[in-house]
């Protein structure tokens, strides 16, 4: 039997397209920015016009092309060994947006999962998720970040696992408030009275309910996730070299910021764009999916 | 009351125990102290030797009880790398932490607070827009990146702002902004919204009703409830961004604060100033959030009697 | 009786974004009097009185043309004032009380201080005047206890006395005129008699004029003087309040009029069924643990239903009556064993399932539905109308797709909606509309006894009337058996074979509909009744409940204490009351009273008391 | 005259016998003195009478020491023999374990040293020691005051563990400037100390402040917080140099930046693997791409700071990537991936540089890779290759090669590199020869094991940079070994404007 769950009107798309409609032109133009982004993203291969990490240790640290010392074909100029800034920068955003959407998407299901948890079953397995919650909360994440990456390893998929659990606590705290909250409506205690399972009220009535305010925190998470993974370039924690992300190019090229800027403004701009244009969707998306102020 | 405040304090005792354990664990975990402590080319049996000194040789178990018991002498410990009592250092770090964290919450608070509210009012003009734009662009440049450029800018270039420590008010400038930029982000957004949840709420319709100038009716009214939930958010969520940030701000402009140690500390190993480090950190986070918990609980006074006794 | 018009409005339009709220409105208000404007929901009440103090444009709104003219010193023309000077006018010359008390008090401020702050804005008074005047308000609102109310804050009250603040609130100034949006439509029957009659009485003090806004006839019946009927943003109807009941002329007062359910016109014959009762309770109790201290005595526990017993036959209506939060929902609840009952015992069909565990208890719940109280609240937003209403049968059924939306499409006709409702969701439903789907989906698995809590509270009387009769019509037809909730006694009376009254967690009395409502026995059940307005301006009376309220026992216990146990005494043929011991026999002795009697006419005050539990 | 320095680095804790780091060396040339001086303007040996006024050998393995009179340290005590006596002895015959490990790989050959009367010591040795002085120039025997630090804590009369422990943070010394303040990783503040018995320091006080951040401390350069900054990548220096008011000096650093190779690994047993991975990597274009050229490289592993025992002649290490390959060949070399460990930031260019090596490593057909590892791996058998540093401790090849690369040293025994008796008896020729001569044919002979089997690569000598401001005199002097900040009188002055 063919499962076919609901789609609301409310759904993602529909929300995005009369969301689109009523928009003012800076939230029309983020969003273009934002798309660009990602399709720039995916055909970076394509469109990069050299190996990434393809060295030319003699001409290292050349300027973007219309200065002097330019080196002919380097758009935007050479790094610190002499590799193509754009084509690093095109890499490097592929990767970021991928490590974020993982990291973002483990976040969700771990902490999810485990919010689901708490609300639904309650009582001790909700003191321990949440026990578990108010710890994360404490440690500053840095740290737990910088014990993985040192138990660990700083391979690609320790890092989106790093960046993954980046935010567990928000979404737990979220689905589990959700969930409680939900728990209380009258809807749940209609579906009870049908006589639902627990794992039918699971996925039936309160999954479809809290996706709204889990998709928004989707959002902040990505644009988090990947401040987070600059951040853990900045210690020396990132990705491996020669790899380029946008926060390992930012990372460490800050140190060539007053001698050699634009080895660095290329991937902070992306980075920039990025954030910001997922920030203004999420807000957008808050909005979209408040069902007071819809009702204005 | 009395059981609510009990009931806060064995909870806090609890998270407080796993995160020492937690702790502690995860530092042996992470790699052998004596590969980053004692460094570079030794033999084999200086290397013993030094295992021994470092008492790293202990069973973890032992280990483990003697750092509970370091709790009790209070010195915890001497640092593996510094050789002074942790106590010392991360006590010595701790306020010049305190003095930046401090410094930025009340630039977020001055500067979210207003803009969150502008935010609300005028949510379909463009000035709400324009707003929002501007407080999310403090989200979108890593604050290492702000940093940097703003010593650029203002240090380098012109020459206005010191960039080493934390001497003077001048000093703080920098680190503050560079410091506040996510905050500032984060609770304009945040005011924001839970301003718009206040501003259609029935009571404000009642508080106009009443004659009330429009400005009266949002501060008065509309503040006095985003506000409730705006301190639900600080202890959370701030005090995450604050760590996180600090480590990188304290770097830059060679705070010493305890991020930079703490980050230092975790990268060498100490693990005696690691621990007291982090365990300091998770104390004054619990400590915050169970304070804002407090006045939350303190300003909303639905929840200031939890039950009221029958009649 | 010349008339000098107070508030004059004169073709009034109103619009939200392109939907026109009001076309073309004229009516004026002379000082002193109180009009009454009345129309089915969404009929553009709200927004008139939001219009008349300009706060409409701030919920989204827009005066599109027309005047609306406040007479007076100064005389001023309401539509064209600024914001400034209209911040003069509100809470000062005109004032408003909304309909819900609780969410139009600020929860984080003091009572005194909302109180206060309209003395200091409007009349200058400083910190500490305003503080004393704000007293005086909240006593003359005939709060008990004033001094104490001042820093109290709204959750600390009951909803009768938030509503009491917020009059006082909006009487603070003397204004001219008062808009009073549906102030007692969310306040129970004994409740709402007290603050009508307080308005009565505040309105005859300081000689303001009232526009009265409500759906209720029998509230316009004993209050007003005119009455102006909105349907769809047109005024229909405008006219003395006895010609618009005895006479109403337009084709919508008259439906209006045929809707509202009067109390005394009739209830169904009760039925003379030898078969066995489809539910029966025995001394069912629900506590549920307020507080769990850390010592042992200091556990609270609320009994919210108490050593209930009833029982319903096939094809019959039992209504239960009572107060907000005297525990119906509770034991409905209890019943559909959506909550653990603490004692007593359930029969559903013969079969005893107070403890039936999880598994069993799913296959019996096809036999009994609930139609739950907020129809909004009880279906979830994010599904559509087909999956929602069919849910109960699908979880027992396994149905195909195919089936779920004949099923649907059948449920859907049954209960009066278009058959495209299918593909919608809830918030695309009126309200009545949504109240179908509730029992749509309650009859999806043709239960055979259905718990309707408050199934029509929420609408409208037209669509209220719409409801009992497909009830009715179902009952008939299936043979369904109802236990219908309400507090709303007329609707009761008309849907109900027998009738059970609760109060305070306990079932106080018990008997056919006829013989409770004629001739109540418990004083709660007395006091009830007495609180009911009669849609009859011509048998307007006093507005106050002229019984003064039984002291309720006290519910809220350590653990371990039982409140205290009420004997059912047999007064007539299947009619019982609850008697404590001590008055047991004396009930027993006195003979049956007429609730006519009036033997409390001197006394004033209605005793009020703090409902904290709600 | 205050100055005030921005060091990359600051110690963690200052105990010049515990210490040999990079860091380390900095700070305690300016607090502290050896018994035998040295002329620091000049490359080549030249011993001068410090704390002690002469030096004679009485017998071949006993040294005789007079003492400067008159000597006061900055705690006011004046120093004695006895002083001596305890500072030599914590080092020869340490039991407290951070001194052991330095002992034991630079002074094991010293006995122990004794009082003769309260202006004399002597010294005994187990075998004829060739270098006398250089290993009483060591910083590690820097003299400090026995009764001081016996009664720092605990038992006044013994010198416990913990006394040493507490003297790293209270540091005291006889050297011209005292350390006034010291917090670990944050600050040392020097103030001149008035009674030193040499000529008087010229800085009233001197602060040395960490600023980790190369750009915060070019910046504090520029905003005049800082007068002297240390550790200048390269690629920085042309942007200061075109500030009028600031200049750079810089020199070739007497350490040698190098690639370390694990000849335990099971892919690297063959010793052509190594010797391919090694003449695969072109060290002069990283000089010139990285150093703009202002590197050394060498071509064995010799520095100019030897002396007599420098010889460039040898070629032990070269640049051919066509026999790299033939090499590989040979071998058999199956494709498996070498990871290449680096730290993150600790060398200048060291993770450009690892980059760079594994870039050129996969031009000859080596499946190379970087990784980036915050800690020592130099003992850890996984390791295959990595860099590192080998600083000239002494100016000897024995301060220098000598004290990794000894048998049973610590590249041995981190379980790295193999010796044997041939080896064993090559060492002994070179270290305790008395024949300079003799001592450099056993280098080059070792130079030539090292050929055949390479368990290292110099890279090069890596150009180390200051930068400061105009007026200010300052630069590092080529008689010390690396990164001495030494502001003694005639190494620091102003010039006046
Ligand atoms: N803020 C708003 N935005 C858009 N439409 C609105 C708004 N408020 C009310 N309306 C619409 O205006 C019409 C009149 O609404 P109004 O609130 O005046 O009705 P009412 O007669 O007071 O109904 P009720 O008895 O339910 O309170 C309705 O159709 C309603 O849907
Ligand atoms: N989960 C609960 N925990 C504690 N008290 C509760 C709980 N549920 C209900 N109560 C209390 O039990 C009492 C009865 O509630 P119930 O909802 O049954 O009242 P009701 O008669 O249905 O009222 P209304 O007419 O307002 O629906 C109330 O005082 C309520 O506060
Ligand atoms: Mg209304
Ligand atoms: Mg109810």
């Known amino acids: ?296 | 009351m009395l059981s609510y405040a009990l009931r806060t304090l064995t909870r806090m005792a609890i998270t407080f125990f796993v995160i020492v354990t937690v702790v502690f664990f995860a530092t042996r975990l992470s790699g052998n102290a004596v590969d980053f402590v004692v460094g570079d080319g030794i033999t084999s049996e200086d290397r013993e030797l030094l295992i021994s000194y470092y008492e790293l040789d202990r069973p973890l178990f032992t280990q483990y009880l003697a750092f509970l018991k370091s709790f009790t002498d209070g010195q915890f410990g001497l640092s593996f790398i510094e050789r002074r009592p942790v106590s010392d250092i991360v006590l010595e770090r701790i306020w010049p932490s305190a003095q930046l964290l401090l410094a930025a919450m009340t630039l977020t608070l001055l500067v979210s607070i207003p803009l969150g509210i502008v935010a609300a009012i005028w949510r379909d003009s463009w000035i709400g827009s324009a707003v929002m734009m501007v407080a999310f662009l403090g989200y979108a440049v890593p604050n290492f990146v702000l940093a940097v450029l703003m010593m650029l800018i203002f240090s380098y270039w012109l020459n206005w702002l010191p960039v080493v420590g934390n001497g003077t008010a001048l000093h703080f400038i920098m680190p503050t902004i560079a410091m506040a930029g996510v905050l500032i982000a984060a609770l304009t957004r945040f005011t924001r919204n839970a301003m718009l949840d206040v501003l259609g709420q029935d009571f404000m319709r009642t508080a106009r009703a009443k004659g009330l100038s429009e400005g009266h009716v949002i501060i008065k009214h509309g503040l006095r409830n985003a506000g409730i939930t705006i301190l639900s958010v600080i202890g959370l969520q701030v005090a995450g961004i604050a760590a996180a940030g600090s480590v990188v701000i304290e770097a830059i402009f060679s705070w010493p604060g305890i991020g930079d140690l703490l980050v230092s500390a975790a990268v060498r190993r100490d693990y005696p100033v690691l621990q007291f480090g982090v365990l300091t950190v998770a104390l004054a986070v619990i400590v915050i959030n169970a304070l804002v918990d407090l006045a939350y609980a303190w300003a909303d006074p639905r929840l200031r009697h939890t039950v009221k006794g029958g009649n | 009786m010349t008339r000098s018009p107070l508030l004059t409005l004169e073709n009034l339009s109103l619009s939200f974004g392109s939907h026109n709220a009001v076309r073309d409105l004229s009516f004026d208000i002379a000082r002193g009097e109180t009009l009454a404007l009345v129309g089915e929901s969404g009929s553009g009440k709200s927004a008139t009185a939001l219009a008349i103090l300009r706060l409409i444009e701030r919920e989204g709104g827009r005066i599109d043309g027309g005047r609306i003219v406040l007479h007076g010193t100064p005389t001023l023309e309401l539509s064209t004032l600024s914001d400034r000077q209209m911040q003069q006018v509100r809470g000062n010359r005109v004032s408003m009380i909304f309909q819900e008390p609780m969410t139009a008090l600020n929860p984080v401020m003091p009572l005194g201080e909302q109180v206060a702050e309209v003395m200091r804005l409007h009349q200058g008074l400083g910190t500490d005047a305003a503080r004393l005047a704000a007293r005086d308000a909240l006593a003359r609102v005939k709060i008990p206890e004033p001094d104490r109310r001042l820093d109290q804050f709204p959750h600390e009250l009951s909803g009768g006395l938030r509503q009491r603040v917020m009059i006082a609130m909006a009487l603070a100034c003397r204004p001219d005129l008062l808009i009073a949006d549906e102030p007692t439509t969310a306040l129970d029957v004994t409740t709402q008699a007290e603050i009508l009659a307080l308005m009565r009485q505040l309105q005859d003090e300081i000689g303001m004029a009232v526009l009265f806004i409500t759906h209720d006839m029998g509230v316009v019946a004993s209050l007003a003087e005119r009455v102006v009927v909105l349907k769809s943003g047109m005024k229909v109807e405008e006219g003395g309040v006895e010609d618009v009941f005895l006479r109403p002329r337009a084709a919508y007062t008259r439906t209006l009029m045929a809707a509202t359910p009067k109390l005394g016109s009739g209830a169904p014959k009760p039925l003379r069924s030898a078969k066995a009762p489809v539910l029966a309770v025995e001394n069912l109790a629900v506590r549920f643990a307020v507080r769990r201290g850390l010592r042992r005595g200091a556990d609270l526990d609320y009994h919210a239903v108490n050593d209930v017993s009833f029982s319903i036959a096939p094809g019959e209506t039992l209504g239960l009556v009572g107060e907000s939060g005297c525990g119906k929902s509770t034991l409905a609840r209890a019943v559909m064993r959506l909550i653990a009952p603490s004692g007593g015992r359930i029969r559903l069909e013969g079969q005893d399932i107070t403890h039936l565990g999880g598994a069993e208890m799913q296959s019996l719940r096809q036999r009994v539905q609930m139609v739950f109280q907020d129809p909004f609240a009880s279906l979830n937003p994010r599904m559509p109308v087909v999956d929602l209403i069919t849910e109960p049968a699908h979880i027992h059924a396994r149905l195909s797709r195919r089936a779920r939306r004949a099923l649907a499409a059948e449920l859907l006709e049954k209960v009066g909606l278009e058959p495209d409702a299918a593909d919608r969701f809830p918030h695309q439903f009126s309200g009545g509309q949504r109240q179908r789907l509730c029992i749509a989906r309650a009859l999806s698995v043709r239960p055979a006894l259905i718990l309707a809590d408050e199934a029509v509270s929420a609408l409208d009387v037209s669509v209220a009337r719409q409801i009992t009769d497909l009830m009715g019509r179902l009952q008939a037809e299936d043979g369904v058996s109802f236990l219908f909730i309400s507090h709303d006694i007329a609707v009761v009376e008309r849907v109900s074979h027998r009738i059970a009254v609760m109060w305070a967690g306990q079932i106080v009395e018990t008997g056919r509909t006829e013989d409770v409502l004629h001739n109540p026995q418990h004083p709660y059940t007395q006091r009830l009744l007495s609180a009911i307005p009669v849609p009859d301006p011509s048998r307007r009376k006093g507005l106050q409940p002229e019984l003064a309220a039984p002291t309720p026992p006290g519910l809220l216990l350590p653990t371990g204490q039982q409140p205290p146990e009420a004997v059912m005494v047999r007064v007539a043929e299947d009619h019982f009351v609850a008697a404590q011991d001590g008055i047991e026999s004396l009930l027993l002795a006195i003979p049956p009273q007429l609730p006519q009697a009036k033997e409390h006419d001197d006394v004033s005050a209605p005793a009020v008391r703090e409902t904290q539990h709600c | 005259q205050e100055i005030t320095v921005g060091a990359a680095n600051v110690s963690d804790y200052l105990d010049p016998g515990r210490d040999h780091s990079n860091v380390g060396s900095q700070f305690y040339y300016n607090s502290f003195d050896t018994l035998i001086g040295k002329n620091h303007d000049k490359l080549d040996a030249e011993w001068q009478p410090a704390l002690a006024t002469e030096w004679t050998l009485v017998e071949p393995k006993v040294m005789e020491l007079k003492l400067r009179e008159g000597v006061v340290f900055h705690n006011g005590e004046p120093m004695t023999a006895d002083d001596v006596v305890f500072s030599l002895n914590r080092m020869y015959q340490a039991d407290f374990p951070p001194y052991v490990v330095r002992s034991r790989d630079r002074l094991s050959n010293f006995v122990k040293a004794e009082k003769v009367d309260d202006f004399t010591v002597r010294i005994s040795v187990e075998k004829e020691e060739p270098l006398w002085e250089t290993l009483l120039n060591l910083q590690q025997v820097m003299i400090i005051p026995e009764e001081y630090t016996k009664g720092l804590t605990g038992d006044p009369q013994v010198a416990e563990h913990d006394d040493f422990e507490a003297f790293s943070l209270a540091p005291v010394g006889t050297g011209p400037y005292r350390v006034a303040e010291f917090i670990p990783g944050e600050r040392v503040v020097y103030e001149r100390f008035d009674d030193f018995w040499g000529e008087t320091a010229p800085l009233a006080r001197a602060t040395v402040r960490q600023v980790p951040e190369t750009a915060s401390r070019v910046t504090a350069l520029k905003t005049g917080e800082a007068d002297i900054v240390t550790n200048i990548a390269p690629d920085q220096l042309a942007m200061i140099e075109t500030d009028p008011n600031l200049r750079t000096v810089g020199s070739a650093t007497p350490l040698f930046h190098v690639m370390i190779m694990n000849v335990n690994h099971p892919e690297l047993r063959d010793p052509r693997i190594r010797q391919a991975m090694s003449l695969a990597i072109d060290r002069d274009l990283l000089n010139e791409a990285l150093w703009l050229g202002k590197a050394v490289v060498p071509s064995t592993h010799t520095l100019e700071e030897f002396g007599e025992l420098y010889m460039p002649e040898l070629t032990t290490f070269e640049y051919d990537p066509e026999r790299a390959r033939a090499l590989l060949e040979e071998a058999g070399y199956d494709g498996a991936e070498i990871v290449y460990t680096s730290f993150p930031t600790y060398y200048t260019n060291g993770l450009l540089a690892a980059q760079a090596i594994t870039e050129m490593w996969q031009e000859v057909g080596i499946n190379a890779k970087v990784d980036v590892q915050d800690k020592w791996t130099g003992g850890d058998p996984e390791m295959m290759a990595r860099n590192w540093s080998n600083p000239m401790y002494f100016s000897d090849p024995f301060g220098s090669f000598g004290v990794m690369w000894a048998p049973h040293g610590p590249s041995e025994g981190e379980g790295r590199f193999n010796t044997d008796a041939e080896y064993a008896d090559i060492w002994e020729r070179f270290r305790f020869s008395s024949d300079t001569k003799a001592r450099k044919v056993a280098y080059a002979e070792l130079m030539d094991r090292i050929k055949q089997d390479p368990p290292v690569l110099p890279l090069y000598r890596p150009y180390e940079s200051w930068a400061m401001r105009k007026d200010v005199n300052w630069s590092p002097k080529p008689g010390h070994i690396p990164y001495v900040l030494d502001f003694r009188a005639g190494s620091i002055s102003f010039a006046s404007n």
């Open chain 1, 1 to 296: 039997m063919t499962h076919s769950i609901a789609v609301p009107a409310t759904s993602l798309p529909a929300t995005a397209y009369r969301l689109w409609r009523g928009a003012d032109p800076i939230r029309k133009v983020a969003i273009l920015i934002g798309v660009m982004l990602v399709v720039l993203a995916i055909f970076a291969p394509l469109i990069a016009p050299f190996d990434p990490n393809a060295q030319s240790l003699i001409s290292r640290l050349r300027p973007p092309l219309g200065f002097e010392r330019a080196k002919e074909g380097y758009l935007l100029g050479t790094d610190e060994l002499g590799r193509d800034v754009l084509s690093r920068s095109l890499h490097g955003l592929q990767l970021t947006l991928m490590l974020a959407g993982l990291g973002a998407t483990l976040g969700l299901l771990f902490g999810g999962t485990l919010g689901l948890l708490a609300g639904v079953v309650g009582g001790r397995t909700e003191a321990t998720v949440m026990a578990a919650v108010d710890t994360q909360i404490a440690v500053p994440f840095t740290l737990v970040a910088l014990f993985l990456l040192a138990i660990l390893g700083s391979s690609i998929e320790v890092i989106v696992l790093v960046l993954g659990l980046a935010g567990w606590e928000q979404y737990a705290r979220i689905v589990r408030g959700e969930v409680r909250r939900l728990m209380n409506m009258p809807f749940i205690e209609a579906a009870r009275a049908a006589g639902a399972g627990p794992l039918r009220i699971a996925r039936h009535h309160l999954l479809p309910n809290i996706v709204s305010p889990l998709v928004v925190q989707f959002t902040l998470s990505l644009s988090n996730i990947v401040l987070l993974e600059s951040t853990l370039s900045f210690l020396g924690l990132g990705v491996q070299p020669p790899t380029a992300t946008l926060g390992a190019m930012v990372g460490i090229g800050r140190d060539y910021m007053p001698s050699a800027p634009w080895i660095v403004v290329a991937p902070a701009m992306m980075i920039l764009f990025i954030t910001f244009a997922v920030q203004i969707l999420g807000d957008w998306l808050r909005d979209g999916a408040d069902v007071k102020l819809r009702a204005r």
